[in-house]
């Protein structure tokens, strides 16, 4: 994860990407599509890629789904440096969703999920947008 996201190493992360597509086989429910956390778009030019976006690809490729954009991030601040009570206001309304109405069946896929209320909020604004049901699939969880 560090080399992946400290080194701007991508491949790091299609490495782990297709760990965590082994390791959703078979366990996962059906699925209409896979979206990415987004990054905030600072983040993203300085590091060339979007860490989620490489984890979702060959997960999608696995279970024969598109990774689909659907989010945007409103908020444009980084959680990594926030406590866990500032996470959870942060999130808060932080991502819309974009384009089509979501598919019914989604699964929400990042790296680390530390306090959930990145997902959470990713969750909601998933939910308002059409879908029924929102998975999530992460490479590593965090304790506080």
Do not use: N, W
């Not at 299609?14 to 082994?22: H, S």
């Not at 024969?64 to 406590?83: A, C, D, H, K, N």
């Amino acid at each position: 994860m560090r080399q992946g996201k400290y080194r701007s190493d991508p491949g790091a992360f299609t490495a782990m990407g297709a760990r965590l597509a082994e390791a959703g086989a078979g366990r996962l429910p059906r699925l209409d599509a896979i979206t990415p956390v987004p990054i905030p778009h600072r983040r993203r030019l300085l590091r060339g890629f979007d860490q989620a976006e490489l984890l979702a690809i060959p997960v999608a490729r696995r279970l024969g789904v598109p990774v689909l954009r659907m989010l945007r991030r409103i908020e444009p601040t980084e959680q990594s440096t926030r406590s866990a009570r500032q996470r959870v206001i942060g999130a808060r309304g932080a991502f819309a969703h974009v384009g089509a109405p979501a598919p019914e069946r989604v699964l929400l896929i990042d790296d680390v999920i530390t306090s959930g209320a990145t997902a959470r909020a990713c969750a909601e604004a998933l939910l308002c947008a059409g879908a029924r049901q929102v998975h999530l699939l992460c490479v590593a969880g965090a304790r506080h």
